[in-house]
């Protein structure tokens, strides 16, 4: 499955490190999410954006900006992360509407050391 | 407030026997319900979805799953487990018209024995 992509597939940073993850979906769709998961924990949406307008925020640390610049683009900017947000961060797209499935990209693994 | 309930966090069978995974859910409206496998460093992929047509649903890889309003229930099942199944499940429930927020649960991690 290639419609939505992540880069990097791993990272390892710092708690003093600033980072980004990048999501790209080829899908056409209009609206994108930010997932974390953590093990033993649900899958915890983070972020929504519908036509690239932040509509979502589930109460996420500050530590966490999102980006979406355009319908097809998405990213997570990082920055003094603490050890507990090591989880896989995944991304989604789908249409606008509770109607549609999402589509989901392989996630990305980050360790925070 | 819409909510997910995963029954089981892990269920083990033997292949060609039944699978059963159960999901209960809560939802001021009516809901529009997906299951979702995940397989090792993977996203997740839409097994199938109710969005109020038929009750019950056919998805792929032999998948179904039934709608039951009276028991707010929508467990997923497929007669014959195969060695691939083994994978973890989620069952989500979104709001409906009203918005594009999925709830996931838990999840339910499927081993397949041979």
């Known amino acids: 499955e290639t419609g939505v992509t992540q880069t990097p597939r791993h990272l390892v940073m710092g708690m003093t490190n600033k980072k980004s993850l990048k999501c790209e979906q080829h899908?056409?769709?209009?609206?994108m999410y930010w997932y974390k998961q953590s093990a033993k924990k649900p899958l915890e949406l983070m972020f929504v954006?519908?036509?690239?307008?932040?509509?979502e925020n589930n109460s996420v640390p500050s530590r966490f900006s999102p980006e979406c610049p355009n319908s097809s683009h998405l990213f997570l900017h990082l920055h003094t992360l603490q050890p507990e947000d090591s989880a896989l961060y995944l991304c989604?797209?789908?249409?606008?509407?509770?109607?549609?499935?999402?589509?989901f990209g392989p996630g990305t693994r980050l360790t925070v050391t | 407030a819409q909510s997910v309930t995963q029954l089981g966090s892990h269920v083990s069978v033997s292949e060609g026997a039944l699978v059963l995974l159960r999901c209960n859910y809560s939802?001021?409206?009516?809901?529009?319900l997906f299951w979702y496998v995940q397989y090792p460093n993977q996203g997740l992929q839409l097994l199938l979805k109710?969005?109020?047509?038929?009750?019950l649903v056919k998805g792929i890889n032999g998948f179904e799953a039934e709608f039951k309003k009276s028991e707010t229930s929508f467990h997923l099942t497929k007669p014959s487990a195969h060695m691939s199944d083994a994978a973890e499940y989620f069952c989500?429930?979104?709001?409906?018209?009203?918005?594009?927020?999925?709830?996931f649960g838990g999840g339910t991690r499927l081993m397949v024995k041979p």
């Open positions: 989604a797209s789908s249409q606008a509407g509770g109607l549609y499935e999402q589509y």
């Open positions: 899908l056409g769709h209009n609206a």
């Open positions: 954006y519908n036509f690239k307008e932040q509509t």
């Open positions: 939802s001021s409206v009516p809901p529009y």
């Open positions: 109710y969005t109020s047509a038929a009750t």
């Open positions: 989500a429930v979104s709001e409906g018209n009203a918005g594009n927020m999925l709830t």
